[in-house]
Every structure is written in structure tokens, then in C-alpha cells.
């Protein structure tokens, strides 16, 4: 294993902790690690796991981004980090309050808050980097912690994490492929992919048989539990992947890749955050950015190495989404054709495919 792979199995690592509700070590300096910093996700942070991380490290304070600043009147001065310091009115709730937008209406914070002046902006953006990596609120508690009582935890260096692309994972292995009938497409075979380092599989959808020496039509779809899985009407996926498999079978044979990016890449529970927040009158970007994400946090170098794997050079790409056409381009496969995929609306979603239309460039 070289040392690229080394490190994004590290990162891998340190994000399980961390959603364990476990402490990471992050040291700041390139070849030679400097100071040392825990950190604790305010997501994770309870009645156990708080009193735990004060009795190791002392002299804590918090780090936000600077869109969750803003919601709280705190001026960012144009660094996408904030640190807070940490106040002693802060109680175990508020420290979820505090990371946590869907709860601003339910859980109002009293504040003030004060800003911190930050000598480490690497170690901020490393922090934030991760948070985002092990699908959790980017907000945390951190402190600089001496070389003793850290033996026990993940240890990172934050431009080791600054300089992987920890989303990109285009070392996958195929691990399995079996033959899956589908209702409307009963020649179908399931592809399994695994990325080296760990996390989470991506399935490759193959459809009937074609010629891969042509264009293949193929669609990427990012998964969506609500809409494929339970049918939820707030979104289109659901109509998505079935219209998809549809219309690759009836012509005669095709791709769907099934990545494993719940929530344009936040996860379930962080889209769940985000549905509470559109509850609220937010759509659906300025909802992701209230919870300290990107508008759109997915890669899509593992479906361009998905298709590399499956002997496919070139495509016909199903999509309303101009990113996964640049984003196959830049990654070596020729999209030769995009094919519209569009289906009515209803009532529910309607606003939603209105704001992917006006606001990120959707070809609706």
C-alpha cells in the first residue's frame, strides 16, 4: 500500500471514530508535526462523551463555518471558518443547538458568542474537511492537547487532509457481480465495487447486453432512500432510477451506476436536517448551506472509474445535471450524447426541480 492509500485508509479511520462519538488527534505542520488539537464532533456530544473529552483535554473551545456564523450573528470576516470560544452557559444540549440549524426554531441559542482570532487556518479547514468526510455537521469542540493521554486516538496531519482528495474514490476493486432480475428488466446484473481504502460500495446496474465499443446510455444515480426505496414525493428520484432502468431496457441494454451519496454527498441524516429546514421556508441550497455544506458535496471520479472497469470509453449520458457531464469529461470517459430525463412533477416537489432549474443550473 503506498503512501496516498495509507493515508485515506487513515482518514477513513479517524471519520468512523468520530462517528462512534470517539476523539481525533489532528497535528498541525507539514514534515514535521507541529502542535496537537482534539476534536469532537458537537454532533456526537452528550452527558458521556463531553465530560470524557474535558477530563483529557483542557482550555476548549468551538469551530464553525462561517454560513452557520452567520446565522448566529457572528461576523465570519471572510474566513470560512469561525472558531467560538466556549462559554460557560453552554449545556450539553446547546452544544448540538449550536451545530444543528433544523433546531434554531426549537432550541433557540441565548449567545452572545464570542469570535476567536485563529493562528491555524489549516488546522480549521482540516477539521471542517473531515467533519464533512464522516457525513456529520461540520461544527466541533477542539483543544490543544500535550503528546500525553493521545495514544489512544486516531492521530492525522491536517495538510495530509488538506491534500487527499478523501472524496474521490477512484481506487475501486470489484468485489462481486451477480445476475439480479428486475421488475421491467429481467436481464440485469449487479456490479459490486469496493474502494480500497474503505467505505462505502457503489453499485454498477447492468442492464440487457450492448456493445461496448459504442456510446452506451447510462445513467448516474446518486442513491436516495426516501425517493427510491419508500417513494417519497418531495423528491424525483424515485421516478429517476425507475424511468431509467425502464428506458436502458427497452433499448436494448445500458448502465445505471447506483453511488453510495445519499444527499448530494451529506448522507441520510444530514438530508433529513435539510428537509426540516425546507419545513421551515428554506429550499433546498440554501438549506444545504445553513447546515455548513456545499450546495452539492458529490464526486463523481468513482463512476468514471466504475465505467473504466466495465470496458466503457464512451456514453449516453441520462442526466438534467450539467456537473456529471463536465465531471465524466474531466474524468476520461467521451460523453458523446445527453439524453433528457425529465418527469412530471406533483405537488410536493415541484418547488424542489424549480430551485435545481433556477439555482444549480439543471437543464429542466
Keep these: 500500500m503506498d503512501d496516498k492509500a495509507k493515508i485515506s485508509l487513515s482518514i477513513e479511520r479517524a471519520a468512523d471514530d468520530l462517528r462512534r462519538g470517539y476523539p481525533v488527534i489532528i497535528t498541525t505542520g507539514d514534515k514535521q508535526p507541529g502542535r496537537k488539537y482534539a ?117 492525522l496531519n491536517a495538510v495530509d487532509i488538506l491534500g487527499t482528495d478523501i472524496g474521490d474514490k477512484s481506487r475501486l476493486r470489484q468485489v462481486v457481480s451477480a445476475n439480479i432480475p428486475l421488475e421491467g428488466a429481467t436481464k440485469t446484473k449487479f456490479v459490486a465495487f469496493r474502494p480500497e481504502v474503505g467505505g462505502l460500495e457503489h453499485i454498477a446496474i447492468v442492464i440487457g447486453d450492448f456493445d461496448r465499443n459504442k456510446p452506451v446510455l447510462m ?48 448522507g441520510l441524516i444530514s438530508k433529513l436536517k435539510a428537509y426540516s429546514l425546507q419545513d421551515q421556508g428554506y429550499d433546498t441550497v440554501d438549506a444545504n448551506i445553513r447546515l455548513g455544506f456545499d450546495v452539492d458535496e458529490r464526486v463523481f471520479a468513482p463512476a468514471a472509474e466504475m465505467l473504466r472497469a466495465l470496458s466503457v470509453k464512451s456514453v449516453r449520458l441520462m442526466t438534467n445535471n450539467p456537473n456529471k457531464i ?32 433556477s439555482r444549480t443550473g439543471h437543464m429542466l
Design 219 to 266: 445513467r448516474i444515480h446518486s442513491e436516495c432512500f426516501t425517493g427510491d426505496l419508500l417513494g417519497s414525493l418531495k423528491c424525483d428520484c424515485g421516478d429517476q432510477l425507475k424511468g431509467a432502468i425502464k428506458t436502458i431496457d427497452n433499448a436494448g441494454g445500458g448502465i445505471v451506476l447506483y453511488l453510495a451519496q445519499e444527499g448530494r454527498g451529506i
Design 326 to 357: 463536465d465531471a465524466l469529461e474531466r474524468f476520461g470517459i467521451n460523453v458523446v450524447e445527453r439524453v433528457k430525463h425529465k418527469f412530471p412533477t406533483n405537488p410536493h416537489n415541484h418547488q424542489y426541480l424549480e430551485t435545481k432549474k
Design 39 to 155: 476534536i469532537l464532533p458537537l454532533e456526537m456530544v452528550n452527558d458521556v462523551s463531553l465530560p470524557a473529552f474535558d477530563e483529557r483535554f483542557q482550555n476548549s473551545n468551538l469551530l464553525i463555518t462561517d454560513n452557520r456564523a452567520l446565522t448566529l450573528k457572528v461576523a465570519h470576516k471572510g474566513c470560512d471558518t469561525v472558531r467560538l470560544k466556549r462559554t460557560s452557559w453552554l449545556s450539553t444540549g446547546d452544544f448540538l443547538a449550536l451545530a444543528d440549524p433544523s433546531a434554531d426554531l426549537s432550541s433557540p441559542l441565548k449567545g452572545p458568542f464570542s469570535r476567536l482570532d485563529s493562528d491555524e487556518p489549516q488546522l480549521d479547514q482540516a477539521i471542517i474537511k473531515l467533519l464533512k468526510f464522516a457525513r456529520l455537521l461540520p461544527a466541533a469542540i477542539f483543544a490543544e492537547c500535550p503528546d500525553i493521554n493521545v495514544e489512544y486516538s486516531m492521530v
